[in-house]
């Protein structure tokens, strides 16, 4: 018998591995071994989830040097600073928008989980990524929004540290629009902290400058694959609103399947924006009478 060794490779060949298709789903199958594991011991679930969330950045980081997709891509000094600077206030905003949902829920909301937590999960995720989808949607095509939401797509280039190059009023509209629906629907605690822990988390996996790949499976969930094109100069390729499934753009027809990579990444008048660098600057510029043009 012929018991030929399959390797691990980045090279897809008929007899080889090509990692590129595991490093995504390994990424997740970690997450719920770790926040298993941690949960089960005893460590409170807040407690849980940040470490998680601190090991998985870690993880997108070494792959992003490892295995880059455009190696030019790669943040420099200057935007690691500027980006660890926001780093910090848009986790603050982050838990604002979760704590005012909370707050509104306790007047409002139902008062007892209704699903047990293995269905709630997922679904919590369906009905959070419907208003984060259409809240990402609406950032693009109502021309004030995009004020707002058009400083994400200042950079000339998608990594995972300009995830954080983003409005603190986007932060927080998405957060508390991502938040609200499911306090006021009943969900548990633990369920909407799992639910947006993977959500967030899947905000920085769609923007990592590492070669992940889905295949077939990024018919269902999105990746960086679509995420860059989301962020194309090309109207017609910037759509891809999702960034956790890929129901909601197959529903409203907005998925563009990754079948080629943009050719630029950005906005298509950056001069109607401040650069990225500019960041109190940017923070300003939805309130000035000046609209930018929109993608």
């Known amino acids: 018998m012929n018991n030929q060794?399959?390797?691990?490779?980045?090279?897809?060949?008929?007899?080889?591995?090509?990692?590129?298709?595991?490093?995504?789903?390994?990424?997740?199958?970690?997450?719920?071994?770790?926040?298993?594991?941690?949960?089960?011991?005893?460590?409170?679930?807040?407690?849980?989830?940040?470490?998680?969330?601190?090991a998985s950045l870690v993880f997108l980081g070494i792959h992003e040097f490892l295995l880059p997709f455009r190696p030019e891509w790669r943040p420099g000094r200057r935007e690691w600073l500027q980006n660890l600077a926001q780093f910090l206030p848009n986790g603050l905003l982050d838990n604002a928008g979760q704590l005012l949902a909370l707050l509104i829920a306790m007047q409002f909301g139902a008062k007892e989980q209704w699903l047990p937590l293995v269905f709630a999960i997922p679904l919590a995720i369906v009905v959070s990524e419907f208003f984060s989808y259409w809240t990402h949607r609406l950032g693009h095509e109502v021309p004030w929004l995009w004020k707002i939401h058009g400083i994400h797509h200042t950079p000339g280039k998608v990594n995972l540290v300009n995830t954080n190059t983003i409005h603190f009023l986007d932060m927080l509209l998405t957060s508390l629009f991502s938040a609200l629906p499911l306090v006021l629907l009943g969900f548990s605690s633990e369920a909407i902290a799992i639910a947006l822990f993977i959500t967030g988390l899947q905000n920085f996996v769609v923007h990592v400058n590492a070669d992940f790949r889905l295949g077939k499976a990024g018919y269902i969930f999105m990746g960086p694959a679509h995420h860059r094109l989301h962020h194309s100069v090309i109207v017609k390729e910037a759509q891809n609103y999702g960034t956790c499934i890929a129901l909601w753009d197959h529903v409203f027809g907005t998925l563009v399947t990754p079948d080629k990579e943009p050719t630029n990444v950005g906005i298509a008048a950056p001069h109607a924006f401040p650069a990225p660098a500019e960041l109190l600057k940017s923070q300003l510029f939805p309130f000035h009478r000046s609209a930018g043009s929109q993608q």
Do not use: Q
Request: charged letters at 10%; proline letters at 6%.
């Open 5 to 54: 060794a399959i390797s691990v490779s980045y090279r897809h060949t008929p007899h080889s591995i090509d990692y590129r298709y595991l490093a995504h789903p390994l990424l997740l199958l970690a997450n719920g071994l770790l926040i298993a594991g941690l949960y089960g011991w005893g460590l409170p679930l807040e407690a849980t989830l940040t470490i998680a969330f601190m």
